[in-house]
């Protein structure tokens, strides 16, 4: 598959490195974990696999927080092991997309320790430094981890800013020589193999100049500032320096993770003749269910506006990356689908159901297929994530009960996503840990470990796992679930996502999920006919021997029929 739009349809699995698979008993996920399960993620159907961050770091932020590019964090291994992944990889016609960090740097990055070291020091622009006024920051941007985004520094009395926790200074993109760091670090990783790059915060590199105030936000300490660094107004003259520069001259994808970018935005990104990224990871449908910790229901037919606008929307525009989890969001089967018994299985596959036969790349992330749910630590100090420790912080200074934060945490920590994979039943790490009895992980595995695992799913014909199999098969063999025109069906339905996907040749599909514990009867004398004579059933999460109606739904039934 060397034709240039090869990632039109692959399906991308998403591993975070740290939670994967331990190979050595030290608690931690590892390369070398990586390479020994490359069959398991075969067998699943997977063609590109992200790998979240592997570089050396202080791990501030687990790794998105880089002290050097070029070296691998020594947690996860050597670059001998990298070279072995990557080597195992190519013989198993697997694709590796690494992620790239380069909104900011760690503070423990040596340029940024030289950019400290004074007003004059060659690395100093490499950074955003400001004087401040009256012994107060430039302005009272809030950083997306909470606190001020700037951070006062003694020795020159300036402040510099960071997006993101005080240990990720922000890179001043505007700066050439940065824009050359970065593109020699992209070159020497695309030189080794690698396939291409996910880019972490991409539309955040671009600050409006001056770094104007923002509007009061909360009790009023802080200010919103992301209209002034989220899709800034030099951000795509650098993706298309970039292009031109470095990718164009490989046969790689990329995809922007790009916070705060609506439709018009993802269509400048992922447009093929503006020559910027293949496509973006949108967060528009991550924020329909309530504030980052002020959870709230999910409105189905809100869900379903935002796909169909953005199916409508890029269709032979831009491009769609397709996704309900990664290692930043609660797990999804506990999120909009039902992670108690007997629905959790069933509940998984229909909102797999809806995902994988929508116009775009799919993103499978790990545990994903097997159904992995949000865990529920009994204690804050069992949490590992920054941005869950800052905001218990946080909201204990402001006198929010502790009930409170705990359900905050429940619905939304980071580290839900982020407990081990639950490789088998087995104690007392559920198979994560290779040979480790008295050495914990890093972060506790979910207790569920016991029914919940790898084992079990690939010994039941009936598993997540295999009808994630099955859903990345028909991918590959239908194209018209790759490049098919989008339409929805019964819009205003509460319950129902119902869609169809049409091609030039008159063929077409229609998909149906039940996204409620009820069931739903949908009244369509026309289309219940139509259906009664369909030519095939693609897949369905429920035996459909001897089905009457069509539009008769069990509790998160879902199906895939061709008409
Ligand atoms: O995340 C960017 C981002 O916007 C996050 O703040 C996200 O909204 C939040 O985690 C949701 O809880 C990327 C990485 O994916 C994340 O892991 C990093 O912490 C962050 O950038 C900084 O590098
Ligand atoms: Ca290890």
Avoid at 26 to 34: F, K, L, N
Avoid at 183 to 192: H, S
Avoid at 200 to 221: L, M, R, T
Avoid at 440 to 447: A, D, F, H, Q
Wanted: hydrophobic share 35%; charged share 25%.
């Amino acid at each position: 598959k060397s034709h240039k739009d090869w990632w039109h349809h692959s399906v991308v699995y998403q591993i975070y490195p740290r939670s994967f698979y331990d190979s050595n008993g030290d608690g931690i996920g590892d390369i070398p974990g990586i390479t020994m399960k490359l069959d398991y993620l075969k067998k699943l159907g997977a063609d590109i696999i992200w790998l979240s961050p592997i570089y050396d770091s202080p791990n501030y932020d687990n790794g998105y927080d880089i002290r050097d590019y070029q070296r691998i964090m020594t947690e996860f291994g050597t670059m001998e092991d990298f070279d072995i992944l990557l080597r195992e990889m190519k013989k198993r016609e697997l694709k590796l997309v690494m992620d790239l960090v380069v909104n900011h740097t760690s503070d423990e990055h040596p340029w940024f320790i030289e950019s400290k070291k004074g007003k004059n020091n060659p690395y100093r622009d490499f950074y955003h430094w400001q004087p401040g006024t009256d012994g107060h920051p430039p302005n009272k941007w809030r950083a997306c981890f909470g606190g001020s985004c700037w951070t006062y520094d003694i020795l020159t009395g300036e402040y510099y800013l960071h997006t993101f926790t005080e240990k990720q200074p922000d890179l001043n993109w505007e700066n050439p020589r940065v824009r050359e760091e970065v593109y020699k670090i992209m070159r020497w990783w695309l030189d080794k193999g690698v396939d291409g790059f996910r880019m972490d915060v991409i539309n955040f590199i671009s600050k409006v100049p001056g770094y104007p105030e923002g509007n009061f936000i909360g009790d009023g300490q802080y200010t919103d500032g992301s209209k002034y660094f989220i899709n800034g107004p030099t951000v795509h003259q650098h993706l298309q320096e970039m292009h031109e520069k470095v990718l164009q001259h490989y046969n790689v994808v990329t995809v922007g993770e790009c916070p705060g970018a609506h439709l018009k935005d993802a269509e400048l990104f992922s447009s093929p003749a503006r020559k910027e990224l293949n496509m973006i990871f949108t967060f528009e449908h991550m924020d329909l269910d309530g504030g980052k910790w002020t959870p709230k229901l999910l409105n189905l037919r809100v869900l379903k506006r935002f796909f169909t606008t953005w199916q409508q929307g890029l269709y032979k525009k831009g491009w769609n990356s397709l996704y309900w989890n990664n290692h930043d969001q609660p797990r999804i089967v506990s999120r909009w689908g039902n992670d108690s018994e007997p629905y959790r299985v069933i509940s998984a596959k229909m909102l797999a159901t809806c995902l994988h036969f929508l116009c775009g790349t799919p993103y499978i992330y790990q545990g994903e297929e097997i159904g992995m749910t949000n865990v529920r630590f009994s204690s804050l100090a069992d949490y590992r994530d920054i941005e869950t420790t800052n905001f218990h912080r946080d909201a204990v200074n402001q006198g929010l009960p502790l009930d409170a934060i705990m359900a905050a945490v429940y619905a939304k920590s980071r580290d839900n996503a982020r407990t081990p994979v639950q490789w088998s039943g087995q104690l007392p790490h559920g198979g994560f840990s290779e040979g480790a009895v008295d050495v914990s992980p890093w972060i506790g595995v979910n207790p569920n470990y016991t029914h919940i695992n790898v084992e079990q799913a690939l010994s039941d014909p009936q598993s997540i796992f295999y009808y994630y199999q099955k859903l990345v098969e028909l991918r590959r063999q239908m194209p018209i679930i790759v490049h098919g025109k989008y339409d929805i069906l019964h819009e205003e339905n509460t319950h129902i996502f119902m869609y169809k996907r049409s091609n030039e040749n008159g063929q077409e599909l229609i998909v149906a999920c039940n996204f409620s514990q009820q069931p739903i009867k949908i009244d369509d004398n026309q289309l219940s006919q139509r259906l009664r004579n369909h030519k095939q059933v693609l897949i369905s999460n429920y035996e459909q021997e001897g089905k009457e109606d069509w539009l008769d739904f069990r509790p998160y039934e879902a199906w895939a029929l061709e008409t």
